[in-house]
């Protein structure tokens, strides 16, 4: 109810304005209705104000002060009508009427400066270009006859004037909120219609009085809606918050409206001259259509280098986020280049970004960007240089700055994104590999942004945060792109195959299931550690392919050995799932289609991720519940060794728990894992199957199953073989 106040003020100032016509023309009653609204209207802007912000509550104070004196003055008047039956001009009541201007003047100014949007003094521009020409219009048809009507006294004649004058200014601060983009809320729309019915009312005015008596009538209706619409516009709940989000603080808001307006506005003057040479070619205002001509060229030609200028910037800026460009980084490189000490940069990738955009939209990802760029602003000196480079990538330049403080400020870049970015009604964690370089030793402006982009990719590569660059990674990068295309080769000519490992269950050793690892027999280099490729398969995408051609190779081998060994075959085959594979949103439904064309249950697969490829990404989680839900079980493998937050465990659907190799080698020589006892404990109480890794001697198989392990993966039961043997396995029992 309290939010449709201004709407029921609305129709009862209307229906008031109505009023005042059913009443007798010229009665006591008439006069007061009138005054009343001003003075009710005054009061509603008053309330209004102290909902508002400080900056705002100033601007409606000021608009309701004018008010106040615009009805103290309409007050005054009506005394002297029907109390000392005069109609005195000028009088004590054009005294107030001329103070409310000024109060007027300000409010408008600071509502303005708040609601438009874009560069500030181009919207003045515009409005002294609209203001110029109806200016002029208005001294040649009303203020001219005025100033030069010798039977009035000059005291007269000059307060005469000051009303159309204080109009040309408020058509300045109109046209500013109009054609300077204001916001579209409600509330600016109501002041707009506001001083419309006032300029058109007090223009009608003064144009009538000029050539005959006005008596009162239909513009009375314009000044009584006034004060209705701007105490309206004062009490509508969107004079609180900052109405429809601005443009960027760039953009040019050049319309068609606009350009129309400025253009008509541009071409009063000789209109000026058109019509007073047909009414009457011996006295054409020359001097004054001169000045206005002359005035309207010099703010054009302010306004064409400001709107280069705009250009100019607008070619230098992001156009989502506002912050400066590939374009603007380089250059600012370029400026900083060989003046003094090293500057640095550093760039910045949002992992798994693609992941945002699949599952929320491209609506979130553009405010999550958005969220970064300001989070970044805000943890830079006075002279940096925030840029976005595109995409998910963003750049920060810090011109003249040692290693050790730039490496600071990259270090507290890394803990700021580890805390939620809010995006619309979503909280996001992002992680982000950061690159570190310098311009030491370059005159080429791309250098350092290369160099910071090699550091960065190897930060990604090696799971880093941030990394700061090193000749060496040159080779490395070099390297990578070389094996990043030989992978393509590999995928297309086969050159991968997938050995086995087995699973056993403790104490009798027998092949419980098979853990399947992909290998790459490469015809020059040989055989290529998956440590070496898969890393670089994750960065360029090939992982998502690699990963689907290991799953259906992987089921189509367990139903071969679901036909052929019979009994002795394992239970299921175990599948490295990666976090880039997670992120596909198609990724659930396309296991769901393999165990259909192999016609396998889904409880011969699971599906291992890392606590990275999880952590802080509902994404991930989200597939990993969908493919729970095929029947599929979920193995979380290396715990311990990542991020090792028990509250994972939770949130996670994890089914088995594959302990690290570190925690197992503590038990060499008979020693005791700490470690290795609570992780049992824990899969325990949580209904997990805990899974030890490798397990190389009898000596750790027999302590890890007196903890309450009871099944283990090593070399004691058995290396990765392409064809492994499960009955041979299942002899190499350690129990004793």
């Known amino acids: 109810m309290r939010e449709k106040r201004w709407l029921w003020w609305l129709l009862a100032g209307s229906a008031a304005v109505g009023g005042y016509f059913v009443l007798p023309i010229g009665a006591a009653a008439q006069g007061c209705l009138y005054d009343g609204i001003g003075t009710v209207a005054a009061l509603v802007m008053l309330a209004g104000a102290r909902r508002t912000d400080r900056t705002r509550r100033t601007a409606w104070l000021l608009s309701a002060a004018g008010t106040a004196l615009w009805s103290a003055g309409d007050w005054i008047y009506t005394y002297f009508e029907h109390v000392a039956h005069e109609e005195p001009f000028p009088s004590l009541a054009d005294v107030f009427y001329l103070c409310a201007y000024p109060f007027l003047f300000g409010g408008l100014f600071l509502l303005g400066r708040r609601r438009t949007r874009?560069?500030?003094?181009?919207?003045?521009?515009?409005?002294?270009?609209?203001?110029t020409g109806t200016g002029l219009v208005l001294w040649t048809f009303v203020m001219q006859p005025i100033a030069n009507d010798a039977t009035s006294p000059v005291t007269t004649r000059m307060i005469a004037l000051a009303y159309p004058a204080a109009d040309v200014l408020l058509l300045a601060l109109v046209a500013r909120l109009v054609v300077g983009g204001a916001r579209r809320d409600t509330s600016t729309r109501l002041l707009v219609a506001a001083l419309g019915l006032l300029l058109a009312a007090d223009i009608a005015y003064s144009v009538v009085n000029s050539y005959t008596a006005y008596v009162g009538g239909v513009f009375d209706a314009g000044w009584m809606l006034s004060y209705v619409f701007w105490a309206a516009a004062a009490l509508h709940p969107s004079v609180r918050g900052a109405g429809v989000a601005a443009r960027d603080a760039g953009e040019v808001p050049d319309g068609r409206a606009r350009l129309v307006v400025m253009a008509a506005s541009s071409l009063l003057a000789p209109a000026v001259l058109v019509v007073q040479g047909f009414l009457d070619p011996r006295h054409i205002e020359w001097l004054a259509v001169g000045i206005c001509a002359a005035a309207l060229f010099l703010l054009?030609?302010?306004?064409?280098?400001?709107?280069?200028?705009?250009?100019?910037?607008?070619?230098?800026?992001?156009?989502?986020?506002?912050?400066?460009?590939?374009?603007?980084?380089?250059?600012?490189?370029?400026?900083?280049?060989?003046?003094?000490?090293r500057s640095h940069v550093a760039l910045i990738d949002l992992d798994d970004f693609k992941a945002v955009n699949d599952r929320l939209g491209h609506t979130v990802g553009d405010r999550l960007l958005r969220a970064v760029a300001e989070r970044l602003t805000g943890l830079v000196r006075p002279g940096d240089t925030v840029a976005r480079l595109g995409g998910d990538e963003f750049a920060v330049h810090l011109p003249r700055t040692s290693a050790e403080v730039a490496d600071r400020i990259v270090a507290g870049i890394v803990a700021s994104l580890d805390q939620p970015l809010t995006a619309g009604p979503h909280r996001l964690?992002?992680?982000?590999?950061?690159?570190?370089?310098?311009?030491?030793?370059?005159a080429d402006p791309f250098e350092p942004l290369r160099r910071a982009d090699v550091a960065m990719y190897a930060a990604k590569v090696t799971g880093g945060r941030h990394l700061r660059y090193d000749p060496l990674l040159d080779e490395q990068a070099t390297e990578h792109a070389q094996l990043g295309a030989e992978l393509r080769t590999a995928l297309d000519e086969g050159q991968f195959f997938l050995v086995y490992q087995p699973i056993v269950a403790l104490p009798e050793g027998r092949v419980a299931a098979v853990e399947a690892l992909v290998r790459w027999r490469h015809p020059q280099r040989g055989l290529v550690s998956p440590v070496a490729f898969v890393p670089v398969a994750e960065h360029n995408g090939l992982i998502v392919e690699l990963g689907g051609w290991i799953l259906r190779t992987a089921l189509e081998r367990m139903r071969t050995w679901r036909r052929e060994p019979g009994a002795a075959a394992p239970g299921y085959v175990s599948v490295n799932v990666s976090a880039r594979q997670l992120s596909e949103p198609g990724f659930p439904a396309f296991v769901a289609s393999v165990l259909h064309d192999t016609a396998l249950p889904a409880s011969c697969l699971t599906v291992e991720v890392t606590e990275t490829a999880v952590f802080d990404s509902s994404t991930a989680l989200d597939a990993l519940r969908a493919i729970k839900a095929l029947g599929v079980r979920i193995a979380l493998d290396?715990?311990?060794?990542?991020?090792?937050?028990?509250?994972?465990?939770?949130?996670?659907?994890?089914?088995?728990?594959?302990?690290?190799?570190?925690?197992?080698?503590?038990?060499?020589?008979?020693?005791?894992?700490v470690i290795a006892t609570a992780l049992i404990d824990v899969s325990a109480h949580l209904g997990l199957t805990a899974i030890a890794e490798g397990v190389e001697s009898a000596d750790q198989a027999e302590a890890l199953f007196r903890m309450g392990y009871r099944y283990a993966q090593g070399y004691l039961f058995g290396r990765p073989?392409?064809?492994?043997?499960?009955?041979?396995?299942a002899q190499l029992s350690p129990a004793r």
Request: hydrophobic fraction near 45%; aromatic fraction near 4%.
């Open 118 to 131: 874009g560069p500030g003094w181009t919207a003045m521009v515009d409005a002294l270009v609209f203001a």
């Open 300 to 341: 054009s030609v302010l306004r064409m280098a400001g709107l280069v200028n705009q250009v100019r910037t607008l070619a230098m800026r992001d156009e989502l986020t506002g912050l400066a460009n590939r374009r603007a980084l380089e250059a600012r490189i370029r400026a900083e280049l060989g003046t003094g000490p």
């Open 429 to 442: 964690l992002m992680r982000a590999s950061i690159g570190i370089a310098d311009d030491e030793d370059t």
């Open 638 to 673: 290396d715990f311990g060794t990542g991020h090792s937050s028990l509250g994972l465990l939770r949130t996670a659907p994890v089914d088995v728990l594959k302990v690290d190799k570190s925690f197992v080698d503590d038990l060499a020589g008979g020693g005791h894992s």
């Open 721 to 729: 073989e392409e064809s492994p043997d499960f009955p041979r396995a």
